[in-house]
Structures are given as structure tokens and as C-alpha cells.
């Protein structure tokens, strides 16, 4: 086993509900400060609230940001590294869906599926690889998707920037691995949250029956592998792909 280093400083975007949160509980878990991070302030400090409940020794903090906006997203991560003098792991789990068959996909569809799930990532690791350089330690864990490996009827837009994150957080992990940075996916397959709630029940039912282990996950079996993934124990894990998906993806 690792030793047992300071307390690290982790951003987790997305943390205000579904799987985010339990990224946000289980890092907590692990003894970090998280920065919970989202667009709802009211529903972040829920998290917040309930990470210092639960006992979380490194505590939670909160910042409301717009994944989408590149400006917001540079100065909320300087204003992390600054306010604790520290950025050691970032969890890119903010994501949204604009989901239509791609002759119907409008423009608008497409591009703000790439501007959140793909730039905001892009913009945000940016800005983190200098906090992570300095500290001489980092992990990156970037969430794509099933759909993004093998495709979705439906989802050309959220596959395209899910499938892009692969080949993103692969050249990241080799621009950064002399830097002991390590940078990694963990893609969900179908997980019960609100973004899978309003699937239409027919979608739900044909989901079901694709999944070997015939159910829809739950956000803290992600959570347990992006909690892996930035532990200490990881650092030998860089530029892998980890699908969570009840068998889906098993070839
Ligand atoms: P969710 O329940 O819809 O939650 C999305 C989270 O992202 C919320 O906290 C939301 O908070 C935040 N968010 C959305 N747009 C944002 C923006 N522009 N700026 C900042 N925060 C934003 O989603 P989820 O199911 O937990 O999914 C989390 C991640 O896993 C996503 O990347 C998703 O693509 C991926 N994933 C999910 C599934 C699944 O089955 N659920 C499967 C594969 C991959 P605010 O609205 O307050 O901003």
C-alpha cells in the first residue's frame, strides 16, 4: 500500500447531484477536500452540507461555474490553487445531453454537447496542469461514456465528445507523465440518475436487455472507480479507459 500523504485538494465538477455527488462522497471519504463545483449553488452546498455531515475529514467547499463558459472555468481553477495553495486531482464529471437523430440534430444540438462535455474538459485541464506540475503530483479523471465506445442511436453529439475525451486524456497522460500527473476516463454505461430518468420507458426497457448484468448501475459504482483512480495507489494507471458498465462494452 501507498503511504499516507498531506490532504489533497480535489475539484469534482458535476457535484451537485447523480453521479458527481458520489464522486464528491467518495473522495471525501478518502480523506480529501473536495470542491464541489456545478452551475446550482442551492443544490452544491446540499453536497457540501452532507459530505461534512457524513464526516468527511478534509471537508467540501462549493463554487458555482458554467462548464461551458472557458473564461469561468480558468478562473474558478486559479482561484482553487490559489485559495489552497494546492490542486492535486480533477474529476471532469459535468456533462450534459442534447439527444435527437443526427437529420434532426440541429447545429445548436451539437455544439453545445462538444462546448460542455469536450471544451469545458480541454479548458479546465488546462488550467489544472500548472497546480498539478508544481505540486509534483496529479490525477486527472475525465468521464466519457458506453456511448462513446460504441456509439448511440440518438446521441452522435454526446458520442463524438465522449469518444474525443479518449484520445484527449490519452495525449494528456503522455504530455504529463514525467510530471507524475496520471490522467484517465471511467465510462459509465447506463447509471440511475436524473439523466437517465427521462429516457422514454421503451428506451430504459431495450437498455436493460443490452446490460449482461441486466440493471442500471448505481452513481457509487462509478464513484468507486473514479475514487480508484485518484487514490494514491493508482499511480501506476495512465491513459486507460475504464468501462463501468455492467458488461456492456465485453467483447
Ligand atoms: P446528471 O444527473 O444530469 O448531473 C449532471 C451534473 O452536471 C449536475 O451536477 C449538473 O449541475 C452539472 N452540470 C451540467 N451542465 C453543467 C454546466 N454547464 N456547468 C457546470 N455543471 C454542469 O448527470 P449524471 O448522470 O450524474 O452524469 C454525470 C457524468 O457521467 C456526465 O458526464 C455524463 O455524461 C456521464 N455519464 C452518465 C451516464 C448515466 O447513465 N447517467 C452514462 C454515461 C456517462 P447543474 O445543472 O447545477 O449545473
Known sequence: MAEKTEQRV????????????????????QGRHVVCVARNAEKLEATAKSIRDAGG???????????????????LIESVAKEHGRLDILVNNAGITRDNLLLRMSDEEFDDVIQTNLRGVFVACRAALRPMMRGKWGRVINLGSVSGIVGNAGQ???????AALAGFTKSLGKEMAAKNITANVVAPGFIQTDMTDVLPQPIKD????????????????????????ASEDAGYVSGQVLAVDGGMTMC
Do not use: W
Request: hydrophobic share 50%.
Open 57 to 75: 475529514p478534509g471537508g467540501a467547499s462549493v463554487k458555482t461555474c458554467d462548464m461551458s463558459d472557458a473564461d469561468a472555468i480558468t478562473e
Open 206 to 229: 431495450a437498455a436493460q436487455k443490452a446490460i449482461p448484468l441486466s440493471r442500471f448501475g448505481q452513481p457509487r459504482e462509478i464513484a468507486a472507480a473514479v475514487a480508484f483512480l
Open 156 to 162: 452522435a453529439n454526446y458520442a463524438a465528445a465522449k
Open 10 to 29: 480535489a475539484v469534482v465538477t458535476g457535484a451537485s447531484r447523480g453521479i458527481g455527488e458520489a464522486i464528491a462522497h467518495a473522495l471525501a471519504e
